[in-house]
């Protein structure tokens, strides 16, 4: 019988029993625009010979990181001894048949032969792996054909649901989570998630569709895919649709781990440390870029997967791209080596415009409702505007925003001038920047420690994600601010309508603070999962 992906997990976790899960650390979030996503997305099925052959391949995955485990169950193991004393858990009398058929009453115990943690091989546990999932009812977790559709309902996306997609480490182990979020019904839940081998630093959303191989059915598709870097010099596109998927649908650069690194090289092949940055080329779909710790920017076809034209322009690492919003051929890059620079991309090699700041550059942003204006954060708390109209590489302005870095900006998508920056001084802000004179409208202790990203919807103007290193991702209505929607009420119609009162009333904190005309505190929820017999997450108000 064919076997859900989710259910090898399931097992695989239960065997390999490694990672706890405390608050979540979120360093990226990603936006999918409403309708992109399919009604019912698709489920993975394996069939007994294809999960052999996929125990096979990441066999030696799991060897390269043998050391590294080995240590994690030696400390948890100590752990366990000296906390769970005399609770019998160990002492050999324990006559579950499930333990005593895998072997797992003694997976704990040191191996007094190494002075080590035995470590589980995926080679060694292949028979009994194999046997305990094709046995349709050796376990409880093991859902088949007879429980198929159960789940409907709770798989399905609704037309007015909007997508979010976070990247987060707990503990050891990453995750991408598919987030719905209703605003109508006030609900958000995890729809589905998506297990990662590497610390997830950057999201791009795209709908090219790059896991088609076919060039003429790639102009007339559109796709719902997201684009995952991390510490690790490839980019991992995965598609949306598709859930319990064991490996993402394409890679693009090295597809193996380089142990020397040869940093600023640009040998054609992608790069050779972490990606930083992504960021998708809307006006020519099939363009990707990508910053990294190797100090170069990559340009990506997607149609043929490959890397087109290396840009080795700054002296350290450069931590964030940003393609401009209607100019096809124009490419921003800001790096460590406190530079922003503005490449044309028609030819590369005839060197990019630069302008200096003060810090070093964690995000470029360009306004889309002035496109030849253009927004850095820094590591030193300022924020610059600078515009490529003017002859003069000099800010129009420059903001003392914060007291830390910057790590994230984000401009409203309908709401002009609505600016919001977050810092590791544990703040955000929601800035007016219509003008040439700024004006902060929010200030607030957002409580999830340094704040590391943040993005707003698509669909909904003062609809806000942010991410921090605790509290997992949360998401903000700005409208249940009383200042948010008296400063904005004459830009957008959602501004002058107040939310219900009671929602309103609930919302008040004495940590937020806000610039002319009044104070009270943006709303904000923390995105739920609750977890069926299957391990399936449902919907909840």
């Not at 003429?216 to 319990?244: F, H, K, S, T, Y």
């Not at 309508?497 to 904000?524: F, I, K, N, R």
Request: hydrophobic residues 35%.
């Amino acid at each position: 019988s064919d076997l859900s992906a989710s259910a090898v997990f399931t097992h695989q976790h239960r065997l390999l029993s490694i990672f706890t899960m405390p608050s979540a650390i979120v360093p990226c979030v990603a936006w999918v625009p409403k309708g992109k996503a399919q009604q019912h997305p698709t489920k993975v099925t394996l069939s007994a010979d294809e999960l052999k052959a996929m125990v096979a391949k990441h066999e030696s995955e799991l060897e390269e990181h043998k050391e590294e485990l080995q240590q994690i169950l030696k400390k948890e193991s100590g752990e366990s001894m000296d906390e769970g004393g005399d609770d019998g858990g160990s002492d050999g009398d324990d006559d579950d048949p499930e333990l005593e058929q895998y072997g797992l009453d003694n997976y704990d115990d040191d191996d007094e032969a190494d002075g080590g943690a035995k470590i589980p091989s995926l080679a060694g546990l292949e028979g009994a792996f194999m046997d305990m999932l094709i046995q349709s009812g050796a376990d409880e977790y093991i859902t088949l054909e007879k429980e198929k559709g159960s789940d409907d309902e709770d798989d399905e996306i609704k037309e007015d649901d909007s997508l979010l997609v976070v990247g987060k480490v707990s503990d050891e182990l990453s995750a991408l989570d598919v987030v719905i979020y209703n605003e109508a019904e006030e609900s958000n839940y995890v729809h589905h998630d998506q297990m990662l081998d590497t610390f997830p630093l950057c999201l791009a959303w795209m709908d090219f569709p790059v896991h088609i191989e076919d060039s003429g059915q790639q102009q007339n598709c559109r796709a719902n895919l997201v684009a995952a870097g991390g510490m690790e010099p490839c980019i991992n596109i995965w598609n949306l649709d598709v859930i319990d998927s064991l490996e993402p649908a394409v890679q693009l650069g090295p597809t193996k781990r380089s142990k020397k690194k040869k940093k600023n090289k640009a040998d054609g092949t992608g790069h050779s440390d972490a990606v930083l940055d992504i960021s998708w080329n809307r006006n020519v779909r099939y363009l990707l870029a990508s910053a990294s710790a190797d100090c170069t920017v990559v340009l990506w076809d997607l149609r043929t997967r490959a890397c087109v034209h290396t840009l080795a322009t700054h002296s350290d690492k450069v931590q964030s791209v940003a393609w401009h919003p209607t100019e096809a051929a124009s490419l921003l890059s800001g790096g460590m080596d406190k530079t922003v620079q503005l490449h044309d991309c028609r030819d590369p090699d005839s060197g990019p415009r630069v302008w200096k700041v003060s810090g070093e550059v964690e995000t470029v942003l360009w306004n889309h409702f002035t496109p030849s204006q253009f927004l850095v954060s820094c590591d030193d708390g300022f924020i610059y505007c600078m515009d490529v109209s003017q002859s003069a590489n000099r800010p129009l302005y420059q903001l003392s925003a914060h007291t830390q870095a910057v790590n994230a900006i984000a401009l409203s998508p309908q709401i002009e001038g609505g600016l919001v920056s977050v810092s590791s001084d544990k703040e955000l802000k929601l800035w007016d920047i219509a003008s040439d004179r700024p004006t902060c409208v929010l200030s607030r202790k957002m409580k999830m420690g340094e704040l590391l990203s943040a993005a707003f919807c698509h669909d909904a103007p003062f609809t806000l994600a942010i991410g921090g290193q605790k509290q997992g991702v949360r998401i903000m209505n700005l409208l249940e601010n009383a200042g948010v929607r008296g400063h904005f009420a004459g830009r957008h119609p959602g501004a002058v309508l107040a939310p219900p009162q009671a929602v309103a009333d609930s919302a008040m904190d004495e940590d937020a603070t806000t610039g002319p005309p009044s104070a009270s505190a943006a709303a904000s929820t923390k995105v739920k999962a609750k977890k069926g017999k299957k391990g399936k997450k449902h919907r909840k108000r």
